[in-house]
């Protein structure tokens, strides 16, 4: 099996900057598409930014300009940088990534616990 763990959420201040780190560890064949989504209360999840292994990247409209996301495929580590957050980016942030395990057949979809980010004043 594969395993996300994230790091690097926390409580900050509008305008201000968060950086967050995904690294996929475990059974690990190879590790494809890596990304963020987040959830806030009441909402459904959304893809906030994605990232393939020869560094193509996708983000949401809403935070082009302010985002960046990046990978290190050696730790496969995914990055997000997060800056001139607002309050309309509080929510659960989660990691996700497409993988082949050395113990499971196939292509599969991973998913981090979450964690929190909330930008408040």
């Known amino acids: 099996q594969v395993q996300l763990v994230e790091s690097g959420g926390g409580l900050v201040q509008p305008g201000g900057s968060l950086r967050l780190s995904c690294a996929a560890s475990g059974s690990i064949f190879s590790v494809h598409v890596m990304g963020w989504y987040r959830q806030a209360p009441g909402k459904q999840r959304e893809l906030v930014a994605a990232?393939?292994?020869?560094?193509?990247?996708n983000l949401a409209d809403s935070v082009k300009g302010r985002f960046t996301i990046s990978r290190d495929n050696a730790k496969n580590t995914v990055y997000l940088q997060m800056n001139s957050l607002k309050p309309e980016d509080t929510a659960v942030y989660y990691c996700?990534?497409?993988?082949?395990?050395?113990?499971?057949?196939?292509?599969?979809?991973?998913w981090g616990q979450g964690t929190q980010v909330t930008v408040s004043s």
């Open positions: 990232v393939t292994t020869v560094g193509s990247t």
């Open positions: 996700n990534c497409n993988a082949r395990s050395t113990v499971l057949p196939g292509m599969r979809n991973y």
